[in-house]
């Protein structure tokens, strides 16, 4: 079994809700009898109306989730861009290429949501990945962490080191034998004493880049459970990361893909349309 946790976004009877997350109809009614949803930690069973920013958990089989039900932002012959939901992967059994019948480009981590390009035929797959080596696209993300930030157009150079047993990586000021450097544009959007809401462009793209940076500069995203904290993530009541590519922007394509130069595609955050 599979579990997606997330907050409703409007008020609406639950069955609605589960439905636009990529449920059947049928199924998310096998759900409730079965008693596997819960609402803010309770059981439910009854297709009950629920409330704006109330926590839904569903434990649900990975194969119930429909393509149809995944959000596509644009589509052609050689590429999708869809909105990544929280819970799925981009490669492997049951994973986002698996229902779309689509090639990966673009990785986004299990539980981080967002714009995600994927490819349609091999020749597109091959001009994207020269892209994202050339950094020819760009890609912005929008995070929620801990305490008040002032990032502005903040530019941290560092060095990332990947240990593959742990699935983890580390950040260092300085490099190291196996490390990688690592650039990372920070931006503060909005910030309170307990949260603030930062901007992350990515320069170079490796892995947990984002999510390791702010932990190292003691801002961990809100419900990371690997580089944050288990008591801080229970105070805001969130068990995965508020992460979310929110922007791209495709530049200097000159074969097959050129017709996407200049393009811009946006999706905010649903926790960011809240706000």
Not at 12 to 31: E, M, Q, R, V
Not at 141 to 164: C, F, Q, R
Not at 209 to 221: C, E, G, K, V, W
Request: glycine fraction near 4%.
């Amino acid at each position: 079994m599979e579990k997606l946790i997330f907050k409703a976004e409007k008020k609406d009877k639950l069955l609605n809700i589960l439905t636009g997350k990529g449920f059947s109809y049928a199924y998310a009614s096998k759900l409730l009898r079965n008693k596997d949803v819960r609402i803010e930690e309770v059981k439910v069973k009854d297709n009950v109306m629920v409330d704006a920013g109330d926590e839904i958990t569903v434990f649900y089989d990975n194969n119930a989730l429909t393509a149809q039900n995944i959000e596509i932002v644009f589509e052609d012959e050689n590429i999708l861009i869809v909105n990544k939901p929280t819970g799925i992967e981009i490669e492997g059994e049951n994973s986002l290429c698996s229902k779309l019948k689509a090639l990966a480009v673009h990785r986004l981590d299990r539980n981080t949501t967002g714009l995600t390009i994927l490819a349609k035929n091999k020749t597109s797959q091959e001009e994207l990945n020269a892209a994202f080596k050339n950094h020819d696209v760009i890609k912005k993300y929008l995070a929620e962490v801990v305490g008040p930030t002032n990032y502005k157009n903040y530019l941290m150079m560092a060095y990332l080191e990947k240990d593959e047993q742990k699935s983890q990586v580390k950040i260092y000021e300085k490099p190291t034998k196996k490390s990688v450097k690592i650039k990372t544009i920070f931006n503060t959007i909005k910030s309170n004493p307990s949260s603030s809401i930062v901007e992350c462009e990515l320069i170079t793209g490796k892995t947990h880049q984002i999510r390791a940076s702010l932990a190292y500069l003691n801002h961990p995203i809100i419900g990371d459970g690997k580089y944050g904290k288990n008591e801080t993530n229970k105070k805001f009541k969130e068990k995965t990361q508020k992460l979310h590519c929110y922007y791209l922007k495709f530049n200097n394509f000159k074969n097959n893909l050129k017709y996407l130069n200049q393009r811009e595609f946006t999706v905010l955050p649903s926790w960011q349309k809240n706000k």
